[in-house]
């Protein structure tokens, strides 16, 4: 039912947004994902992320994810899409490890509300920024969750390699790792011309070609959350 729920808000999503120009797509985005929350488009769940990102939803990963970090001594995460922030402070207070984080996100809509919010937390920071473009600080583990898949292949590639290559011991993404192919989206992407959209990338395959990943969490719907090596891991 919550699958279905979902993809319904993803056609009215693909209804309602501001075509792509040529030669400004960042912008675009930005424009389209602050409607997103400005809006409510994806219902209020998840601190307006979508029922796909409320802790209810995500509490067994919230709980693996905090083992992980314990484990590894991760002291230092960004989030590279951080949206909402309805289940982080749970996660990070599972964990028995002091953490700092700093959420980034496209829309200044969320980062707005997330300052806001969480005011009061001495160790969480935001900051807007573009998943594609954005240099943060060296970090023991770098998360985009749940981004990938609302983008184009080309964005979504630049973030896969930049996620590979920015300096964190580890990195995150979340994917569907039992899609049989990934599809070609530039007629699509051409045809539409939508800042926004859903696909089931799968990460393991080309254009993406990752690797077996160190640890992978059950996400939701068919996703897993794959933490693997990143530019600065040692053994």
């Known amino acids: ?20 120009k040529a030669g400004d797509a960042n912008e675009s985005y930005s424009h389209s994902f602050n409607r997103i929350y400005d809006n409510e488009m994806w219902t209020s769940a998840g601190g307006g ?3 796909g990102s409320e802790l209810s939803a995500v509490l067994p990963m919230c709980v693996k994810l905090a ?3 314990d484990r590894e001594k991760i002291r230092s995460i960004v989030d590279l899409s951080c949206g909402g922030m309805a289940w982080w402070p749970t996660a ?16 200044s809509t969320a980062i707005n509300r997330n300052k806001a919010a969480l005011r009061s937390f001495d160790n969480i920071s935001f900051e807007v920024g573009d998943a594609t473009s954005f240099a943060p600080d060296a970090c023991d583990l770098l998360v985009c969750r ?33 899609a049989p192919e990934n599809p070609d989206d530039t007629k699509r992407a051409r045809k539409t011309g939508s800042a926004f959209r ?23 719907h068919g996703r897993v959350f794959a933490i693997y090596q990143g530019a600065t891991y040692t053994s």
């Open 146 to 178: 749940e981004t990938i898949n609302h983008l184009r292949r080309d964005d979504a590639q630049l973030i896969v390699q930049r996620m590979q290559n920015l300096p964190s011991r580890y990195f995150a993404l979340s994917h569907f790792a039992h």
């Open 67 to 69: 083992r992980f970090i």
């Open 198 to 220: 859903y696909t089931d990338w799968n990460l393991s395959l080309p254009p993406f070609n990752l690797p077996d990943p160190l640890v992978e969490i059950e996400d939701l």
């Open 92 to 107: 990070l207070a599972f964990a028995q490890t002091d953490v700092r984080f700093h959420g980034v996100d496209i829309s």
């Open 49 to 51: 992320s979508g029922p």
């Open 1 to 20: 039912m919550a699958n279905a729920i979902l993809k319904r808000l993803v056609r009215k999503s693909l209804t309602t947004l501001q075509p792509l």
